[in-house]
């Protein structure tokens, strides 16, 4: 029997369940009424449904998942077992190739055997797929039964099913929210896991304090000392995020978000802040090659016709630029929110002493709203130092150590993806690099994200 | 002009300092204010008073035009201070306003030192040139406003610090400092314990005489208590105005005698 097949009966059952349960629950309690006493009825019919239906579906389809995983293991075993199977060759290897391909004839996924031991094979694979098949299917609808009936006979008016299906839907709630912890931890287990490995080939002082960042010379052999200082790296990554970027992000967020709140009437904010906003939806593979074919070549014109030397076509004020423009909606949503948190009655007390719009906006407003401003400024800071996609098209690999903007230098996350792109032995230095360089950057966002989020709480407070 | 009508007006009140004829305020198409016409004078304190919704406070902001800060707010109607339209375009609302001062229902001291509260309004008007110059008029509204033992020792401590009645009295002392000739109190102590609304009172008794004083209140004895002058208001218009005591003890019209005597509000 197929998967889907058992699936669609299951929910069959689950729905007979549910149906049948409900009505004798009905019936059961409408005689309990009958006989006046109100708290004989616990919960409603329809829990009862759930109740019993849930019963009927939760150990069949836990059985099922547990089933699918055991079940290729048991064909297997039962293949091996077969007379035509003695003969197959000894190394794991050529054994699991042929029975490979007998697998894929079976299921039909292949015409023919390039291997004749493998068209042996195909007939006992048929017979104990259908048989573990089969038996899977009925030891699932077996225990649907079992689990439905068991349920079904204490369907009683006093049984507290209400209870039991809200603590099923607690569970539920639970588990979801767990995998995405879970999931959280297990990444970041593993970048330190491999940051260990790392920093057992490299000395960590070296990595964080190095100036020199060639890795390419440690995989050609000439070892591992000098080829991993990452602080052109990290300067590079400051260089671009949390300098150049917020040069353009601070002061035209700041400005947007004080025209949008103080000046801008209802229509114009109307149609101008899903506009603004709209720049954090734009892909930002998008800002990449318009920084990397618009922004970068026009940059570099520009400084070669002023006579700057050292002028590159991958220069970080490109990079810096258009990230300095996606980041524009962050800053900008954040100073909205905290500027519009400033109590109404603090605007109105200065316009009423008569201040203008503008002396209200700078000497109460801005004061006030200061620290919600920082946490947003924070939070842009570290997107845009994890920002990838525009640095890898925009901001080049050489890793420079120079206050030039219109000169090349290199990121964090552009040599990530430099060290682990194409065929790479997972187990160098090279690529171990790129774990560390990710941790590095996971704790300085993390940090960043929880002051940015401490501040933002605080000024939260002040005013409620 | 148009002239009041008999029923509004039972005061002849010769040199205002603001009158207003005829004045409607509409929010959309909702119409507040159903031509009102009222005189202030320098001398008395003047109450308005009316249950909620009547439109007092929304009144009060047209005299120092704070109705425009809010986008769907109109004025029709004539508001004059001393002679001179406010309305008109070649009024500055920056100079009304330090002319037409206000006190707010909550106290809304700004999250700055005491000091620096009461030194915003002479800042941004120029009117302090020097530091010391800035300390003398700090502690003069400070004094005005009965604060100034209370926080002298403090000056540089966060307004916002202040019990309600003080944030309440800062704010007054605040207004005060840009020297205005009218303040504007919107139901300045329904806010406050009745200890701190006794201070406010005290306060308003001082201030009178130096400058024209508009409290709206729905509190009737405060009213009886603060004001020489009472106007009641009711569903957006101006049914009575009179001598205080005139109009709670022999009010002329029947709404207002229904208000006085507790029937609705």
Known sequence: MTGPAILLLLAGLGAIAWVSARTRALRLQTVARASGRRDAVHSLPGYHGWYVALWTLIPAAIFLAVWANVAPGLVTQSVLSDPAAQSLPADAFSRASVLGEARAIATGSQAGAFNPQSQALVEPYRTATTKYGVAGAVLALLLAFAGGAYAFTRVRPDFRARTRVERLVMGTLLVASLIAIITTLGIVASLLWESF??????????????LKWSPQSAAMGYGNEDAFGAVPLFWGTIFIGAIIAMVVAIPLGLMSAIYLTQYASPTVRKWMKPTLEMLAGVPTVVYGYFAALTIAPALRDFAVAIGIHGASSESALAAGLVMGVMIIPFVSSMADDSIAAVPQSMRDGSLAMGATTSETIRKVLIPAALPGVVGGVLLAVSRAIGETM???????????????????????TT?????????QEFDSAKTLAAFALGLVLFIVTLLLNIVALRVVKKYREAYE | ????????NSLAIANPKMSA???KVFYGEKQAIKGVSIDVDMDHVTAFIGPSGCGKSTFLRTLNRMNDTVASARVEGEITLDGENIYASSMDVVQLRARVGMVFQKPNPFPKSIYENIAYGPRIHGLAAAKADLDV???????RAGLWEEVKDRLHDSGTALSGGQQQRLCIGRA??????????????SAL?????????????ELRGRYAIVIVTHNMQQAARVSQRTAFFHLGELVEYGVTSDIFTNPRQERTKDYITGRYG
């Open chain 2, 176 to 189: 005060i400092a840009v020297e205005p000739e009218v303040i504007l109190m919107d139901e300045p102590c």
């Open chain 2, 21 to 23: 004829r005829d004045v």
């Open chain 2, 193 to 205: 314990d009745p200890i701190a609304t006794a201070k406010i009172e005290e306060l308003i008794h």
């Open chain 2, 1 to 8: 002009m148009t002239p009041m009508t008999e029923a509004q």
């Open chain 1, 415 to 423: 040599q990530i993806v430099q060290l682990l792109t194409g065929d």
């Open chain 1, 197 to 210: 490995r790392f920093f057992s080939m490299v000395n960590p002082v070296d990595f964080l304090f190095g």
């Open chain 1, 390 to 412: 525009i640095v890898v098209m925009a901001a080049g690999l050489a890793a420079n150590l120079t206050a030039n903007p219109f000169a090349s230098v290199t990121t964090v």
């Open chain 2, 137 to 143: 008029v700090v502690e003069k509204s400070l004094r």
